[in-house]
């Protein structure tokens, strides 16, 4: 009947969306395959690493990202990334991209 047809559309339209936005405040990404979730470089903002970067979105911005550190057995060792998900509806996606215009200020 379509079921997953439509549901692998709709996903998908979710995160170019959330890419897109991420793109928009100089957050460049990484390609995403078969996850909810969208790896953004976060190195070009100065922060002094991605758990300092996410406690920042949280509290100054309102957002939330999961600093890719935590995945790490070295937290040091890690890239310079924060994980964003898009698993969300197109207007909580939205409402984000507005929040992270904030960002633009920082770049």
């Known amino acids: 009947n379509g079921y997953y047809q439509q549901l692998h559309a709709e996903y998908d339209a979710r995160r170019l969306l959330l890419r897109q936005i991420l793109a928009g405040v ?7 395959e078969g996850s909810y979730f ?18 920042f979105l949280t509290t100054e911005i309102g957002l939330a990202a999961i600093p890719t550190s935590a995945f790490y057995a070295d937290p040091a060792s890690a890239p310079p990334f924060a994980r964003f998900c898009f698993a969300k509806k197109h207007e909580t996606l939205e409402a ?7 960002l633009k200020e920082r770049i």
């Open 96 to 102: 984000a991209g507005e929040r992270l215009q904030r």
């Open 38 to 55: 969208i790896s953004a470089d976060i190195s070009a903002l100065g922060f002094a690493d991605d758990r300092a970067f996410c406690r």
């Open 26 to 32: 100089g957050l460049p990404t990484l390609p995403v």
